[in-house]
């Protein structure tokens, strides 16, 4: 496990830093391409299991990704309230 994960890290982030591409990482966990896109953009929860596959892909553990999967989460919901806020005039 990889002691010391960063806790501005996305879901993603954990990927790049294992080294691997969406695609190859899509095909180890046994999922399309496009729901690891989901799960890295905080729009698809993933699963236990692929959770699971990630800790193992990814070399740290589960709280570090459920983390980081959070912190996307709350990173698009911020990016959305301020769209939504800008429309309306930044009020």
């Known amino acids: 496990m990889t002691p010391g994960v960063s806790a501005n890290l996305y879901v993603s982030d954990l990927?790049?830093?294992?080294g691997l591409t969406q695609t190859a990482t899509a095909e180890r966990l046994g999922i399309a391409q496009s729901a690891l896109s989901e799960i890295e953009r905080g729009?698809?929860?993933p699963d236990p299991n692929v959770v699971a596959?990630?800790?193992n892909?990814?070399?740290v553990d589960e709280e570090s990704i459920v983390e980081a999967w959070e912190r996307t989460v709350a990173d698009?919901?911020?990016q959305r309230a301020a769209r939504?806020?800008?429309r309306r005039g930044g009020s």
Do not use: D, P, T
């Not at 990927?15 to 294992?18: D, E, G, L, T």
């Open 84 to 86: 939504r806020s800008a």
């Open 57 to 59: 892909l990814y070399s």
């Open 15 to 18: 990927r790049v830093r294992a």
């Open 53 to 55: 596959s990630m800790v």
């Open 43 to 45: 729009r698809r929860q």
């Open 76 to 78: 698009r919901e911020r």
